[in-house]
């Protein structure tokens, strides 16, 4: 049964943090993260949503958070509504399938960007200046090439509009060497053994971000995790480095945008049924594909 949520309204529940994406419920020691149907592109949140899209991104990440249990442990503690509390009994059927309770953590102040290949800013800043954020690459990379191996590239979190890139060397200023090197470390560590994980399923990610967070004065993997909110997706079989690949994410949404004469400033325009439906079995494709299962 197809689904649409734009966003939630829970009169019993202090009122939310609405991100682009997420409504956020305050629950004292913990979150309660509901994924909405909401898009952005362009950093603007559109005035249409997608159906079902809170519910696939919330079971990959539910998926990758329970591959990558023994690389870092994650910020879930409850995901099955029949056993959340009580105040939040009678919104079940809004939360099933698209929210999680999790532990609030100390979130770490930087968005940790893992590259496989060369796409979206790290090609534009590679073409410009021959590096990306402080890691020199080889000479005569074309688009979308791949990468001698993944590379870490973080960028700040910003509050309003786009992140932009931070190096290495300005993580360390910000959270410390050792924080770093963790953060660092552990974001590869990830990368790579998701980039096992799909390529035995003919799909490569490109790029990825992770967020962290501090919890019980541990390190733990928070937000979502690789879905295609999060990162490029590419069919192996139709990989072809030297011009840009189609991605599993809102690629169809930012194409129908572009041939529109809109500042990419909000308010957004409205999205017609065809692209709705496109960006749609995109979103569940690409579920299928990584899980082999469906929306449950
Ligand atoms: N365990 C956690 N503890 C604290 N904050 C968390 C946790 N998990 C996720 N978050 C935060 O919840 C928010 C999720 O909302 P969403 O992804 O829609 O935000 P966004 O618009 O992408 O990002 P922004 O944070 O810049 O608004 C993010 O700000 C994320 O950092
Ligand atoms: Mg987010």
Not at 17 to 31: A, F, P, T
Not at 147 to 168: Q, R, W, Y
């Amino acid at each position: 049964m197809e689904q649409v949520l734009w966003q939630t309204q829970f009169p019993l529940l202090s009122p939310p943090r609405r991100g682009k994406v997420r409504d956020v419920y305050d629950l004292g020691e913990q979150l309660l993260i509901v994924a909405t149907d909401r898009v952005s592109a362009f950093d603007v949140v559109l005035p249409t949503a997608i159906p079902d899209k809170g519910r696939v991104l919330t079971q990959l990440s539910l998926f990758w958070f329970r591959e990558m249990e023994g690389i870092i442990e994650n910020h879930l503690v409850e995901t099955d509504v029949e056993k959340y509390p009580a105040p939040l009994e009678q919104y079940r059927n809004q939360l099933r399938g698209r929210s999680m309770i999790v532990k609030k953590a100390k979130t770490v102040p930087a968005e940790c960007v893992v590259r496989g290949y060369l796409a979206g800013s790290g090609w534009k800043d590679y073409r410009e200046t021959g590096n990306i954020c402080g890691v020199t690459l080889a000479p005569n990379l074309v688009e979308s090439a791949r990468l001698p191996e993944p590379i870490f590239t973080p960028s700040t979190k910003a509050e309003v509009g786009h992140d932009t890139n931070m190096c290495f060397a300005d993580l360390r200023t910000f959270v410390g060497q050792s924080l770093a090197e963790q953060l660092r470390d552990v974001s590869i560590g990830i990368f790579e053994k998701a980039s096992g994980v799909a390529e035995g399923r003919g799909i490569l990610i490109a790029d990825t971000k992770f967020e962290f967070g501090i919890i019980d004065g541990k390190l733990k993997v928070i937000d979502e995790m690789l879905t295609p909110d999060s990162s490029r997706f590419w069919s192996a079989k139709e990989y072809k480095p030297g011009s840009s690949q189609e991605s599993y994410d809102k690629q169809i949404i930012r194409d129908y945008l572009n041939g529109l004469d809109w500042d990419k400033t909000y308010p957004g325009p409205e999205l017609p049924p065809e692209i709705v439906e496109k960006a749609r079995a995109r979103y569940l494709e690409i579920l299928k594909i990584l899980t082999g299962k469906g929306l449950e």
